[in-house]
């Protein structure tokens, strides 16, 4: 079965700075990926997606993530943090809805 | 359009106890989902539903009953709660599976003593 790691279970940045969360998976075909945002006391959102294609993929609230086969991450960026983007964030892997695994999160702290 | 809604916001049972989590959306959605939240682990799913009538197992059923007579509604049974089953419970939904999104409920925040 997939599965998903993400190696930083805290990070702080300060407002301004760039971001690198990172995220490995292991599944043995092409698989979806997923990153999701949590604000405290809240549901998931969707930040973005990868199924196929272009391997740099943009989404929501200016960050984007890159699909490395080689080295199986999926790793999520942003050129500069804000003081809302405090949360935590999850990758996920997937064949399809009904078998999605999630990491276990890096809960993300941002610095004035 | 309220999206996915969930009540209880939170819930305290005593172990033995049985109790249903709702779940509800208001898009059409035929697909919907139920994952469990606890802290280092992310979110597992628990049991999901692709259509009316239709359920199945995900990752953790175990202890967990769905049922799916609506489109709209998808509510979670605790039959003998344990304390184990202390966690946060999301609900949430997709127009078909595969490569749709998933849209998340806010959250029930169980508490099993």
């Known amino acids: 079965a997939q599965s998903v790691t993400q190696p930083d279970i805290h990070i702080t940045v300060s407002e301004g700075a760039s971001l690198e969360l990172r995220c490995n998976y292991s599944y043995g075909a092409t698989p979806y990926l997923f990153w999701y945002v949590q604000s405290p006391g809240q549901g998931l959102q969707l930040l973005l997606k990868y199924f196929s294609g272009d391997t740099l993929v943009q989404g929501i609230k200016g960050f984007e993530a890159e699909f490395k086969r080689s080295q199986s991450s999926f790793n999520l960026r942003k050129p500069s943090v804000h003081w809302s983007d405090a949360a935590e964030y999850f990758c996920?892997?997937?064949?399809?809805?009904?078998?999605?695994?999630f990491g276990a999160g890096t809960r993300l702290t941002v610095k004035p | 359009n309220a999206g996915v809604t969930q009540t209880p916001k939170f819930q305290v049972l005593k172990t033995g106890q049985s109790m249903t989590l709702q779940c509800a959306q208001d898009m059409n959605h035929e697909y919907m989902s139920w994952y469990r939240q606890d802290p280092g682990m992310g979110l597992r799913l628990i049991h999901y539903?692709?259509?009316?009538?239709?359920?199945d197992q995900g990752e953790v059923p175990n202890g967990y009953n769905v049922s799916r007579s609506t489109t709209e509604d998808f509510p979670l049974r605790l039959l003998s709660a344990a304390p184990s089953q202390t966690s946060v419970y999301f609900c949430?939904?997709?127009?078909?599976?595969?490569?749709?999104?998933?849209?998340f409920g806010p959250g029930t925040r169980l508490l099993v003593l």
């Open positions: 996920a892997v997937a064949r399809n809805n009904n078998d999605m695994r």
């Open positions: 949430a939904s997709s127009y078909l599976a595969g490569q749709e999104t998933q849209y």
């Open positions: 539903s692709v259509g009316a009538g239709i359920t």
